[in-house]
């Protein structure tokens, strides 16, 4: 399933989409905040870890793309993480460093959020988010995320957002 915002087309990776994403997440400083892709050949492996994960789950993290431009910005959405796995459904998303502070993050979460709304209404979505990522913590909370608490071992601030019935808001 393809998303689209305003901005941004949320579509399936394909591995001709791992060099232009391996810009950002093998950019050590791009991912100060979380892991960064050693090599080429290992952002392939995620993106294909990921995809096998969709057909699992029905769903993973897609290619970010910015309409106006028809280039990659990004990648990320829901997933189960197969890497760190045992917390549930997740929302994540890593973006170029030229697309940073344009509101990318906080569109992409609200979409992910209605996915996760309607149709797969997991009970709650975790989101994760390292205590210098100031950035990414307001986007959380803008998108309805509570602060559960700090993980040590991860050295990450743990947010949830519980499954939200919209219908019954009217």
């Known amino acids: 399933m393809n998303v689209e915002t305003s901005r941004l087309l949320l579509r399936r990776p394909h591995l001709a989409d791992v060099p232009a994403l391996f810009e950002f997440l093998g950019d050590v400083m791009a991912m100060q905040h979380t892991h960064a892709d050693g090599s080429l050949q290992e952002c ?7 995809e096998w994960r969709r057909r699992h789950n029905g769903y993973a993290p897609w290619t970010i793309m910015a309409k106006s431009e028809g280039r990659i910005i990004g990648w ?3 997933y189960d993480d197969p890497f760190d ?3 549930g459904t997740e929302v994540a998303y890593f973006f170029h460093p030229s697309v940073w502070g344009h509101g990318y993050a906080s569109e992409m979460v609200a979409a992910c959020m209605g996915v996760a709304d309607y149709p797969l209404r ?6 994760f988010a390292h205590p210098a990522n100031a950035g990414s913590q307001r986007v959380l909370k803008k998108a309805g995320f509570e602060l ?5 071992e991860m050295d990450r601030f743990l947010y949830r957002r519980v499954w939200q019935d919209l219908r019954l808001a009217t």
């Open 148 to 152: 559960v608490r700090f993980v040590p």
């Open 85 to 87: 796995p045992g917390w």
């Open 44 to 50: 392939r492996r995620r993106v294909a870890v990921h």
């Open 122 to 127: 997991p009970p709650e979505v975790r989101a």
């Open 76 to 78: 990320g959405g829901l």
